[in-house]
């Protein structure tokens, strides 16, 4: 079979060369490669992912990673000693089972790549019913991002959030612009991400405050921000404006009003719309 698939790798490689077009699945996978990884996400069960160095045209060495969703492959380990002998990588994604390419292949001088890898996604909710938290492991589900959940330090109560009582601790927090609810849960690699979700119920037509804490206490210049509430009629766009205000060296994309009963269709087209693609949030 490794002959098989060697020789393959030679075919896609004259295919590439000659610029023969290959017929690919309708939903095209993405590759991210990197001086020391190649990533591909969205791959269709059953792919192979190959990754190919090359000396100029010369043949060096290849590794074949099996899987489906994301497939990573850390080819500067595996290749060590061959990397430093070649100049050029090509990645393709197969179904060798039907002798078929899923993708594009993706070529590139080994110069040209940069040290940065895939983007990171990072999923931020605070839910105080769990409406929002529901939301939220939808969200995170469909982007294939961490999750972090803002717990806290003293847990609202029903009594807390009874709003036809002005005197409610909802009630006072809102109405207090400097009001910022200190949190329990920590976050300890903020920097690692690239793109933040941001989920939260509506409150009084925005955010609770604890968001406003959350934003005070961590560093997101720089990244991508994608706002989401729940809520029964309020809309998102005050609250977005709000972090905008907030985070004015981010990125801040269109927000997402949803329920509990969102489907990942749903979440899928709020994406789609903010050009988020493949795990990645493009700028």
């Given amino acids: 079979m490794r002959n098989l698939k060697h020789i393959i790798i030679l075919t896609l490689t004259v295919l ?15 590759f991210d490669v990197t001086k020391t990884q190649a990533t591909v996400t969205d791959a269709p069960e059953n792919s192979s992912m190959i990754v190919a160095l090359y000396d100029g045209s010369r043949f060096s060495d290849m590794r074949i990673y099996e899987g489906s969703g994301t497939i990573t492959a850390n080819y500067a380990d595996d290749m060590g000693n061959t990397l430093n002998k070649s100049d050029n990588i090509k990645v393709f994604l197969w179904n060798f089972g039907k002798l078929s390419p899923l993708a594009p292949a993706y070529s590139n001088k080994l110069s040209n790549l940069t040290d940065k890898a895939v983007n990171r996604v990072l999923t931020v909710y605070f839910s105080a019913t769990g409406n929002t938290e ?8 469909e982007t294939n991002s961490d ?3 803002i717990v ?67 560093d997101l210049s720089g990244k991508t921000v994608m706002p989401f509430c729940t809520s029964g009629s309020s809309g998102i766009a005050t609250s977005v404006s709000a972090i905008m205000n907030a985070c004015p060296n981010t ?4 927000g997402f009003r949803g329920t509990s009963g969102t489907t990942a269709a749903e979440i899928s087209e709020w994406l789609n719309e903010n050009n988020f693609s493949n795990g990645v949030a493009q700028k």
């Fill in 16 to 30: 590439l060369i000659i610029g023969t077009c290959l017929c690919v699945s309708a939903a095209e996978p993405v």
């Fill in 134 to 141: 529901n939301l939220a492991q939808k969200i995170a589900a």
């Fill in 152 to 218: 806290p330090e003293v847990p609202y109560t029903s009594a807390d959030l009874n709003y036809s009582n002005s005197n409610c601790r909802a009630n006072k927090e809102q109405n207090d612009p400097t009001a910022r609810p200190a949190i329990s849960s920590k976050l300890e690699n903020i920097e690692d991400y690239d793109v933040v979700l941001i989920g939260y119920p509506i409150w009084w037509g925005t955010m609770p405050k604890i968001i406003n804490t959350f934003l005070d206490t961590y």
């Fill in 147 to 149: 999750i972090f959940e």
């Fill in 251 to 254: 990125e801040v994309k269109n």
